[in-house]
């Protein structure tokens, strides 16, 4: 799930009645001469209206017809696009669970997955015992994950909500 396989979202932007595309994450100098083509010369100039959000993460749609920072946007592009593995899942249900809607909250929510333990259907309680510890501590060493009663810890996490 890496990046998608290259560039993560397309954003349809509008100023002034003209409209582009812009694929991110991109480069500042990608970002500058996109925006040349719609009119805007300031490269400090990056607030814009967001028409459309195209991503595979679909959630991001919350972002839709609002007025935002295209760095920030780029910025979002750039934590995203370096998720691994599950992370992208953890992302998507922890959009939905908190329900972010700014751009800040969605950044802030990328940069905290740590406080979000994804759950599947098929996930054994020392599965997501396991993966908790790790959300919290990054690694476990072989020791301490023989002293853990990892279905314990998946108990205690369902427990508390």
Known sequence: MYGYGGNLMKVLIERNGRKIWLSMPCSDMEMYEKLKNIG???????????????SGITELSVL?????????????????????????????AALCYTRGTSIQSIINISQNLGNYTLIGNDTSLEQAGLQHYLDLHTCISIEEKSKLDLAAVARGLIASG
């Open 40 to 54: 805007v010369h300031d490269p400090t100039d990056t607030e814009f209206h967001i028409e459309d959000i195209s």
């Open 64 to 92: 839709n017809d609002s007025y935002i920072n295209l760095d920030h946007v780029n910025l979002l592009a750039r934590y995203i696009y370096g998720m691994v593995g599950s992370e992208v899942e953890q992302f998507r």
